[in-house]
């Protein structure tokens, strides 16, 4: 992938969501993306759902992390997870959509820290609340 010009970070997110075979296989769809902020949605499918008929944790971890990953790259650099956390309020059920909207709090350096919510899209009823840790990679 070549350097990003000035400007185009939205466009940078954009190309690596474009190669994110992992996302897109679980029915993630972005909803919006801009500098610093993207929501992105995901069904609950059957091969999603644990054996106490809720969604897994860690579908709803990866839609969290998705979601990061275009609100922090949105800046036109490549950014990686340095460290995460989730905390579930509700279980997500079959045939739910989830709607994952995270929002860049903090940038310093080359760390940052992104805070996703994650919600059922039917009542709003938030699912999980999770917290990114980001380093941007210096280029060679």
């Known amino acids: 992938m070549?350097?990003?010009?000035?400007?185009?970070?939205?466009?940078?997110?954009?190309?690596?969501?474009?190669?994110?075979?992992?996302?897109?296989?679980?029915g993630m769809v972005i909803d919006l993306l801009e500098q610093d902020r993207a929501v992105v949605r995901m069904p609950i499918r059957q091969d999603m759902v644990n054996g106490h008929a809720i969604c897994?944790?860690?579908?709803?971890?990866?839609l969290a992390d998705s979601c990061f990953a275009?609100?922090?790259n949105s800046r036109g650099s490549t950014t990686v997870a340095s460290g995460a956390d989730i905390t579930f309020t509700?279980?997500?059920?079959?045939?739910?959509?989830?709607?994952?909207?995270?929002?860049?709090?903090a940038a310093f350096g080359r760390s940052g820290i992104t805070d996703v919510t994650v919600r059922r899209e039917s009542d709003g009823q938030i699912i999980a609340e999770f917290r990114g840790r980001s380093r941007s990679l210096r280029t060679p």
Not at 90 to 104: C, F, K, S, T
Request: charged content about 20%; aromatic content about 8%.
């Open 2 to 26: 070549s350097e990003p010009q000035p400007g185009d970070g939205v466009a940078f997110a954009q190309r690596m969501w474009d190669d994110d075979v992992a996302s897109r296989g679980l």
């Open 56 to 62: 897994h944790g860690g579908f709803i971890f990866t």
């Open 70 to 72: 275009l609100a922090c």
């Open 90 to 105: 509700a279980p997500g059920r079959l045939g739910d959509v989830l709607v994952a909207e995270g929002v860049v709090r």
